[in-house]
């Protein structure tokens, strides 16, 4: 429980938000163009760190499911930027489990030219801490 | 050096059981300036004055100090007493060993030796205190109301029937404001006009009231009654006393291009115009901007037509200068611009319209007839989806941080009254909370749910993306079924956030009141005070202070009226003596104590002084004492110490810190 | 310099002006001082030079009084100064003729002495038309040189920059002399203990002999009679009689011109014993930067100045504990 | 409880503006609340009328301890006045704690009239804070001392 | 005449402080003012001039008259008590010890004031050369020599040590008093030192500066002198040049509330003060013009008219390193001279 707690100061100090802020309002789900590929829906997200449930959110395919667009840290009214929890949340969990998805050495035989520089950031994100 | 006289007061037990009177009349006897002190059972009591009264007579009294409860329970009743006994009720200060003292503390010895030092702070003060006298200002019998709308008619007609004379300033040709555009009202549905165009031609028709319309408060000076104000009467180019009303002009004016601002730019009106058919007064005013006599020259249309011959083409702007008591302010609101907020497709979009809008196409007299219609194609349409708080509760800088208040109570009526009148179109609310406090409001929305069938989605709308075939695809959440929705609506009606009405800015600079982040006026007291602003003499009334509905608004037009009345019905006003006032050989001119002065009581005048022998003009601070509430701030910001507070002087307060640390 | 003497005739000339404020030539080759010429004849003596740090700002305050307008002559820094007393209604800018002269950095002969150069009877490298980086003096116990910036005074390392603030034209070239952290030397001291803090200025103050120096050329003290010279607060006094007075006086002074201060640097040139006085000042408009956004004073002559001014969301006081 | 001589008995000022801060140190008065009595109250309009010169008169003069109470940020009688006090507060204080003056010889406190608890519980920790820190020898004037 | 090594000067200053107090120049936060001695004290003879002159001594810059306290009603008056231990101050220059010859007009003549007699009867003057004048000293102008300094003992620092000549009978017994630590010698080395200093002095600027025409009688002249209107105006009224000057003797009386009682204590005022001479109906001097003429006319015409022709400054140039604006009082005699005084 204590660790579960520590963890979400964790999310919570990287990612910088508030979730007491949130008014519950789901215009992050609303907006989340990934909401159906989710077992934990953007809102939820903000209610779980909020109740320390990590581990839940922590095996969650949600976590890897987000695309990192950040339209629900655009749009959110309060400012809450679910966005930034789950991938505040995503990098707790590559630290614990100390991998790193992606190196920088990878990237030139990866490149295509049509690919857009916000996918290749966006996958940055996701895949490496 | 005074002559002060210090009264112990036992209060019975609660102090005498703690502090050792005698022990404190002794002490204190020995101070500077003390020729007499004693105690009292009870000091406040008849006999305890009249104790007060025989010593000031016998001892040749300037100054008392009365050693007792706090001075927020009896200062009154000593100063009324040390004015009966002949001194000035100003020369009194209170020690307050009851509660700073007898109450808090066990120990006999520490408590008298506090209560002596109490006492000692109050007779070096006394020492430095100087007979003060409260000033009077004379009271014009004359209300001003900034704003035409129903909170400033519905102020207005409640001090003209207490028999003053008011004035309505509204920067629009026609009284009404906002209510005149809402079709229907809740929770009742009454229609809007059936019940504002009474009061509009009450208004109009009372002796008291005057009303400038197509005008607009100029300049404001003066102070709390006795305010004058230069009202700027717009060019109306008629002539409002030939001018018949019958419309003629309008119909033939071949200028028809410019939106019209009552029907919120869904339609257009021609140059000439009375915004709407129910106008007070029914004077038409010619818009210079779309007016083609006045851009090309050529035309003359209207003065042609007009068999009253009212068309002035050569009108100016006209500057009244009027003489005002109090002041209220009643400039009302507007709905926030949604530029920010692309995701609802406003801009792109003729469909998605705000509730404000709506009301307009509901209205018989809006710019489709009161039938409810596409703005793109107009075809009727059958999926509606509301979305609320669009611009509110957002605490990002996009929109409002505060609850609107109105939408949800609006929203449900809109949806019933759809639902109501065309039971083939479905209606969807999307909505955060559902905020519904209010005699019958939660019925209503019940109703709206239960019988009418309005579908009420817990969540937020995400998106709206016009589809190529013209319809609206609404990407929204259902928090409650953990599902996210797409719809595809005919229309989508946003309940945007209200802000207050642009010119209350100016306005409030102009009248030196407060005005807060969100540009709403601030109340003297959010609970205590809430119709009165800061600045004496100015009153608050409707949307400008608050979001609010058409009965609170009423019922807060009606009492900022009774307050202004209040204020109308004095003769003369007597001002707090305790006021700050500025040493003019040492006022440096600087401006800074104005810059933090609340009520704009500071000005500057050019003034000539002797200082020593030097005769010389100088920019100098003087202070309206009938303005000043003496909070002190401007004494902090006076570097040279020139500025100083009557009754807690800087020497005074000096004093007090001395005779505690000493 | 002969530009500006040019103009200065000029103007005098045309009746544009009816007086000059400038500097005069001293009686010993870094002495300057500041003088009002009204004639030709007088501005042969008009000199413009290293050592004219002198802020003329507030000379305007007793020249905004005088028939006609006067020409000053304003360094970059000196412009901020006006500016704060066009804000705070202390002089007339229809009454001044603003020439805004160059400045390559001010010198101390205070730092020159301190380098061990003594006996001087004549300067060169100190006029504005060369751009030496040496000093070179003569002085009866023979030559001596130092860098120029070794000899600038401490503002000039923390510069504000070459724009003039307020003027009507600019006659010479500036040069930006910044080379230090203006803050560096209050977040030295902010570094310290309590101890250490108190010690510093404990020992900086003892210094102090209440001439009023700092207090009399710093253009925001304009105040026509000071608090600390008024019966009003019971605070006139004149002496160091023990140590609190100085303290009372220093923390007065700066917070009185907390917010309206330009950092001119006016306090710490003239002290006659040295004391960095600027630590007070720059203390507050650190403090101010920080806590309620940055704001130099004397930029403009119309912004809200922070202690004239709040949001709902100040800092509370005890943050003070918490940094 | 007899008071001995010996022991360190600190001077406190505690400056209160009319309408919150001096209610709510009545409040805490009917209430019976008790706290030290080496806190002596000076009643101003408003918190914004206390002169930075007012606190460091008050350290002159022997003071060990200076308290500034106003209405809640929000709640001032006058509006605005404790806004400004609390600017002017806390660059005085930040200055005095940059000459080497202990921090919590000064405090602010907002202490409205319905918080007769909180004023209490705010003195009796102010005394004790200032028992802590023991005399004010760093900006008291010798003279004054006997 | 003696001699000690400069390396042994901390013991001789430790033994003067055993039984005296003892006033030198130190080096304080960077500068150098006159000040106790004590062990750690950072001892600087180099330095030629000390900001504040070393009037300090004998006028301190405030001292304490008498306090009065309350007795129940009554009022009790408890004289402060006077110098009664003796001290020796050391370093003091020709021109400043010139000063207190100057002060010695003012204190010691009737009315006597007895806290200035007190400490003129215990203190004894240490006085030194000046071994490198500068350029803003003119001490000849007032027929000082800088090289020879008349005082209870004169002393000369040359090649690392100190010559010690005891010149009246205060200046013997301190001899005597620290004879342990000073060894014998000749006046050779001291000689040299003299004509060396001597020669420094003809090359300084101000040397030449003249005072023809100021005088006791030279009065309404000067003192109707146009050239007072333009000479002020760069003055800031502050004090410094008051200050620091050796000679200047004003005071003010004022009165500080302790809380127990009240201490009446005096302390220098400046004449650049806008209170200066403040009484209950104003200022007689009401502009910064008629202060700064003052200050000038004092020293060279006032004070000369009183005491037999003797100017009240003593070209020591404090004035002329310290003015904020660059003014003093060789460029008021400058301007007088260029001008013709009376233009």
Known sequence: MSSAKNQAERIKEISGVNPLKCMKCGKCSATCPAFNEMDIKPHQFVSYVLNGDIDALANSKSLWKCLSCFACVERCPRDVQPGRLIDAARQLVIRQKGQTGLAPEEIPELLDEDLPQQLLMSAFRRYRR | ?662 | MQELINRAKELLANGTVARVLGWKAGDLPYNPEPAFFTTAEELDNFVYNGFCGANLSKYMIAASKLEGKTMVCLKPCDTYSFNQLIKEHRVDREKAYIVGVGCKGKLSIEKVKDLGIKGITAVSGAEMSDDAETLTFQTIYGDKSCAYADAMLERCHVCKGKEHMVYDELIGESKDTKDAERFAEVEKIEAMSPAEKFAFFQKELSKCIRCNACRNVCPACSCRKCVFDSTKFDSAQKANVDSFEEKMFHIIRAFHVAGRCTDCGECSRVCPQGIPLHLFNRKFIKDIDELYGEYQAGADTDSKAPLTNFTFDDAEPSIVTKR | MSINNEEFRPKIVAFCCNWCSYAGADLAGSSRLAYPADVKIIRVPCSCRVNPMFILRAFEKGADGVIICGCHPGDCHYSTGNYYARRRMTLLFSMLDYMGVENGRTRVEWVSAAEGVKFSQTMNEFVEKIHSLGENVRLGDLRCKN | MYKIAKENLTALFRLMAEDKALYLPVNNAGQVNFAAWTEDAEVDLDTLKSVKSPKDAFFPQSENLYTCYKDGKKIKIEPEELQHQNFVVFGMKACDVKGVEVLDKVFLSEPVDTFYAARRAHGTIVAMACHEPEETCFCKVFGIDCAEPVADVATWMVEGELYWKALTEKGEALTKAVASLLTETDEAKVEDEKTAIRAIVEKLPYMNLSLEGWNGDALTEKFDSPIWEELYKPCLACGTCTFVCPTCQCYDIKDYDTGHGVQRYRCWDSCMYSDFTMMAHGNNRTSQMQRFRQRFMHKLVYFPANNDGMYSCVGCGRCVEKCPASLNIVKVIKAFENQGGDR
């Open chain 2, 1 to 662: 050096m005074q002559r002060i006289g210090v009264f112990v007061c036992h209060c019975g037990s609660n102090i005498a059981a703690t502090v050792d009177v005698k022990k404190v009349v002794e002490m204190v006897a020995m101070e500077p300036g003390v020729v007499h002190a004693e105690d009292y059972q009870y000091m406040c009591s008849e006999a305890g004055q009249a104790k007060i009264a025989e010593a000031v007579k016998e001892k040749n009294l300037t100054g008392i100090v009365v050693c007792s409860c706090s001075p927020r329970m009896h200062e009154n009743t000593f100063r009324t007493a040390a004015k009966r006994a002949g001194i000035n009720p100003y020369m009194v200060e209170i020690a307050n060993i009851r509660e700073h003292c007898s109450w808090i503390h066990k120990n006999v010895e520490e408590a008298t030796e506090k209560a002596v030092i109490l006492a000692r702070a109050a007779i070096a003060k006394v020492n430095l205190n100087a007979p003060l006298f409260p000033g009077e200002s004379r009271v014009t019998k004359r209300a001003l109301v900034i704003g035409g709308g129903i909170a400033g008619i519905q102020t207005a007609l409640d001090i003209a029937d207490a028999g003053y004379e008011v004035d309505i300033v509204e920067k629009t040709p026609s009284i009404g404001g906002r209510m005149s555009q809402l079709d229907k009202t809740f929770p009742t549905l009454d229609c809007s006009a059936c019940i504002l165009t009474p009061k509009m031609v009450e208004a109009a028709a009372h002796e008291k009231i005057t009303i400038y319309t197509y005008s607009e408060v100029e300049k404001v000076s003066g102070f709390v009654g006795d305010f004058t104000v230069d009202i700027r009467k717009k060019a109306r180019s008629v002539d409002a006393n030939k001018c018949t009303g019958c419309g003629v002009c309008q119909e033939k004016c071949p200028s028809k291009k410019a939106p019209s601002e009552f029907n919120r730019g869904l339609n257009t009106r021609s140059a000439i115009y009375t915004p709407f058919a129910q106008a007070i007064p029914n004077v038409p005013v010619i818009d210079r901007d779309a007016c083609i006599k006045f851009k090309t020259g050529k035309c003359g249309v209207c003065e042609k037509v007009c068999q009253a011959g009212a068309i002035d083409y050569t009108q100016q702007d006209e500057i009244v200068t009027q003489k005002y008591g109090a002041i209220v302010v009643a400039t009302g609101f507007d709905t926030i611009k949604l530029d920010n907020y692309d995701e609802y497709a406003y801009n792109q979009s003729k469909d998605v319209i705000t509730s404000l809008e709506l009301e307009r196409i509901m209205n018989a007299a809006g710019p489709t007839k009161g039938h409810l219609e596409r703005l793109s194609d107009g075809k009727h349409p059958h999926e509606i989806v509301f979305v609320q708080c669009v611009g509110s509760r957002c605490s990002d800088n996009r929109g409002k941080s505060y609850c609107s208040k109105i939408c949800c109570m609006y929203t449900a009526k809109h949806a019933m009254l759809i639902r109501d009148k065309y039971p083939d179109v479905n209606v969807t609310v999307f909505y955060i909370d559902v905020r519904t406090p209010g005699k019958n409001f939660d019925e209503f929305y019940r109703r709206a749910v239960e019988e009418y069938g309005v579908n009420y989605v817990k969540g937020q709308v995400g998106k709206v993306i016009p589809q190529p075939n013209g319809k609206l695809l609404v990407q929204g959440s259902d928090l409650l079924d953990n599902k996210q929705i797409f719809k595809e609506a005919d229309m989508v009606v946003l309940a945007t956030a209200i802000e207050p009405e642009a010119s209350v800015r100016q306005i409030a600079t102009m009248l030196t009141a407060s005005i807060d982040t969100n540009n709403f006026l601030t109340e003297a007291h959010p609970k205590l005070r809430p119709v009165e602003s800061p600045t004496a003499g100015v009153f608050l009334s409707g949307v400008c202070q608050g979001p609010k509905d058409i009965p609170e608004t009423v019922a807060q037009a009606g009492a900022a009226a009774v307050k202004a009345i209040g204020l109308l019905a004095k003769d003369k006003l007597t001002t707090n003596p305790c006021t700050a006032k500025a040493d003019e050989l040492m006022c440096n001119g600087c401006s800074t104590c104005a810059n933090v002065c609340p009520y704009g009581a500071i000005s500057y005048e050019e003034k000539e002084v002797n200082d020593h022998g030097i005769r010389e003009t100088r920019r100098i601070a003087v202070v309206n004492n009938a303005l000043c509430q003496g909070c002190g701030a401007c004494t902090v910001t006076c570097p040279s110490g020139a500025m100083d507070l009557q009754g807690f002087s800087n020497r005074q307060i000096i004093a007090e810190v001395d005779a505690i640390c000493r």
